[in-house]
Nanobody, 117 residues
């Protein structure tokens, strides 16, 4: 079992930046990939960014060039979000995957990010 805890959300004006952090505990050596999802009110959850154990990254088109995911060590991941837009407002959740590629099976509770115009 892996538990994921996010931090770093908050309220920011459009154009501003936030950095989200995720710490995993439990069976951390089973983690292969980590990622960040977001869900806005009335919308489906979407994968924002993911990073494999080999360091390969993937981003949603809507955040390319603005967000950067990093894997600091085996049990931590961060999401640097720059040039934030009101449409980035959502609950952001950290995710962990245990196999090949960017397939996730565990999620944290999430942290709220609100971008004001």
């Amino acid at each position: 079992q892996v538990q994921l805890v996010e931090s770093g959300g908050g309220l920011v004006q459009a154009g501003g930046s936030l950095r989200l952090s995720c710490v995993a505990s439990g069976n951390i050596f089973s983690i292969k990939a980590m990622g960040w999802y977001r869900q806005a009110p009335g919308k489906q959850r979407e994968l924002v960014a993911g990073i494999t154990s080999g360091g390969s990254t993937n981003y949603a088109d809507s955040v390319k060039g603005r967000f950067t995911i990093s894997r600091d060590n085996v049990n931590t991941a961060s999401l640097q979000m720059n040039s934030l837009k009101p449409e980035d407002t959502a609950v952001y959740s950290c995710a962990a995957g245990y196999g090949l590629g960017l397939h996730f099976a565990s999620w944290g509770q999430g942290t709220q990010v609100t971008v004001s115009s």
